[in-house]
């Protein structure tokens, strides 16, 4: 399995570092990469492994994120409820979307009961209707989140019935690989970003599997349009870019730079190269790279 978790850290990497430690030190995890954006104060860290050992390291890293994380005192760009904000487990290689949704439901149950934080099922391993949306869920953030809990409705999956003082709740479910790409413009103008995010994302008539936000850097004086594509063989990076690009051009502002957060699938940046090449004609077997491992394989 593969899992991408979010914390709500980014600008005290000795937290990080913590946190991280806890897939480092994990047999049968491999850490791959994790990395921290100080503006969204956030922080995503991508590990693959053994379902029980990744399951256990994931505890440890939710333990861990809600002793030293405290949102009381936390501010950033990025929506979040908790100290551990969503944790997705992710079926890789022969793991099944069965088992992931088994898998994140056990470490929902557990996180409730031995750490005494709500937790909220989502996507695949959602077990009331209408929880499967993440951004549905943190909708209100965590300065609402005592308020929103009230309601009967949204009470939580798994632990106590009001928010962690410090660490809020966690998002826990299991889902298909997503890829969280962001576009820097060349405009620190928030409200443009805004229009273009609305204009793009599925939830308001744009591109489908695919949801965007507009927000302000202040450590780079620019405007952001943060995007997440749930699904990339229906819309590819290629799709977001030259969506964004067309948009901007309408509000007279040109893309500065784009970035990926975490890691992606070697297919969609196959996807990308032969849409923008336009390339006719074109299978994987015109991979010199793939044709050689395959060979070397059999």
Same mark, same amino acid.
């Given at each position: 399995f593969e899992t991408v978790p979010n914390f709500s850290v980014g600008r005290d990497m000795t937290v990080l570092e913590k946190i991280a430690d806890c897939f480092r030190v994990k047999s049968g995890v491999r850490l791959l990469d994790y990395s921290?954006?100080?503006?969204?104060?956030?922080?995503?860290?991508?590990?693959?492994? $053994?379902?029980? @050992?990744?399951?256990?390291?994931?505890? !440890?890293? /939710?333990?861990?994120?809600?002793?030293?994380?405290?949102?009381?005192?936390? !501010?950033?760009?990025?929506?979040?409820?908790? @100290?551990?904000?969503?944790?997705?487990?992710? +079926?890789?290689?022969?793991?099944?979307?069965?088992?992931?949704?088994? @898998?994140?439901?056990?470490?929902?149950?557990?996180?409730? $009961?031995?750490? !005494?934080? +709500?937790?909220?099922?989502?996507e695949r391993a959602a077990i009331i209707a209408g929880r499967d949306n993440l951004s549905v869920i943190r909708q209100g953030e965590f300065e609402n989140l005592a308020a929103k809990m009230q309601q009967p409705e949204w009470q939580p999956d798994f632990g106590p019935k $009001? +928010?962690?003082?410090?660490?809020?709740?966690?998002?826990?479910?299991?889902?298909?690989? =997503?890829?969280?790409?962001? /576009?820097?413009?060349?405009?620190?103008?928030?409200?443009?970003?805004? @229009?273009?995010? *609305? *204009? /793009?994302?599925?939830?308001?008539?744009?591109?489908p599997k695919l949801k965007a936000i507009g927000v302000y850097l202040a450590e780079t004086d620019r405007a952001q349009v943060s995007m997440n594509l749930t699904d990339y063989t229906v819309t590819s990076?290629?799709?977001?870019?030259?969506?964004?690009?067309?948009?901007? *051009? %309408? =509000?007279?502002?040109? /893309? $500065?730079?784009?970035?990926?957060?975490?890691?992606? +699938?070697?297919?969609?940046?196959?996807?990308?190269?032969? %849409?923008?090449l336009k390339l006719e004609n074109y299978t994987n077997d015109k991979v010199l790279d793939k044709r050689f491992f395959e060979e070397e394989e059999n």
């Amino acid at each position: 399995f593969e899992t991408v978790p979010n914390f709500s850290v980014g600008r005290d990497m000795t937290v990080l570092e913590k946190i991280a430690d806890c897939f480092r030190v994990k047999s049968g995890v491999r850490l791959l990469d994790y990395s921290a954006d100080f503006d969204h104060n956030r922080s995503v860290i991508t590990a693959i492994g $053994e379902c029980d @050992a990744l399951c256990d390291a994931l505890f !440890n890293a /939710i333990k861990t994120a809600s002793e030293l994380i405290d949102l009381r005192e936390h !501010n950033g760009e990025h929506p979040r409820i908790g @100290a551990a904000d969503v944790v997705p487990i992710i +079926p890789f290689g022969t793991a099944t979307m069965e088992e992931a949704i088994e @898998a994140a439901r056990k470490l929902g149950k557990r996180v409730g $009961e031995e750490l !005494n934080i +709500p937790v909220y099922m989502y996507e695949r391993a959602a077990i009331i209707a209408g929880r499967d949306n993440l951004s549905v869920i943190r909708q209100g953030e965590f300065e609402n989140l005592a308020a929103k809990m009230q309601q009967p409705e949204w009470q939580p999956d798994f632990g106590p019935k $009001e +928010p962690h003082i410090s660490a809020g709740a966690s998002v826990i479910g299991a889902r298909v690989p =997503l890829i969280a790409y962001n /576009i820097q413009l060349k405009s620190n103008d928030l409200a443009i970003a805004k @229009a273009i995010a *609305k *204009k /793009i994302r599925f939830s308001s008539g744009g591109l489908p599997k695919l949801k965007a936000i507009g927000v302000y850097l202040a450590e780079t004086d620019r405007a952001q349009v943060s995007m997440n594509l749930t699904d990339y063989t229906v819309t590819s990076m290629f799709d977001a870019y030259t969506a964004v690009e067309a948009e901007a *051009k %309408k =509000l007279g502002v040109e /893309i $500065e730079s784009s970035e990926l957060i975490g890691l992606a +699938p070697e297919q969609a940046f196959l996807d990308t190269a032969v %849409k923008f090449l336009k390339l006719e004609n074109y299978t994987n077997d015109k991979v010199l790279d793939k044709r050689f491992f395959e060979e070397e394989e059999n």
